[in-house]
């Protein structure tokens, strides 16, 4: 009993932070939602906008905290996004002098990983 508890406690650790950073890779444009839950799992937040479901799914690679966004349209998968480490983008906010600078700097990790659309021709 004594063994059982550290080895399951390893085994969800290990099982849980290693599954979206392998199979992320092998996902594909077209893939249905439904597909994509088999392969990686449930995603750490959603959202709608423009019409699109977007899901980010956070791991870690070498204890540094990544994330990214797979884009979604009818149902079907169009975009894995690239791996952004949550410090870089927190340090690049942070480093805003201004809230027109800081919205900038978000609108441009926006337009670099997903298919933003910008309503204010900004």
Not at 24 to 29: A, G, Q, S, T, Y
Not at 34 to 43: A, E, F, I, S, Y
């Amino acid at each position: 009993m004594r063994l059982l508890l550290p080895t399951l406690t390893f085994l969800l650790i290990t099982g849980c932070a290693s599954i979206p950073q392998r199979d992320l890779e092998n996902l594909r444009p077209g893939m249905d939602k439904d597909m994509v839950l088999n392969k990686v799992g449930n995603p750490k937040r959603t959202f709608r906008a423009n019409g699109q479901d977007h899901w980010i799914y956070v791991y870690f690679e070498n204890d540094i905290q990544m994330s990214r966004q797979l884009d979604f349209a009818d149902g079907k998968l169009l975009k894995v996004g690239l791996p952004i480490s949550k410090q870089s983008l927190e340090r690049a906010l942070e480093n805003a002098e201004s809230m027109e600078e800081f919205e900038s700097k978000a609108r441009e990790h926006q337009r670099k990983n997903s298919n933003f659309k910008d309503v204010d021709g900004g």
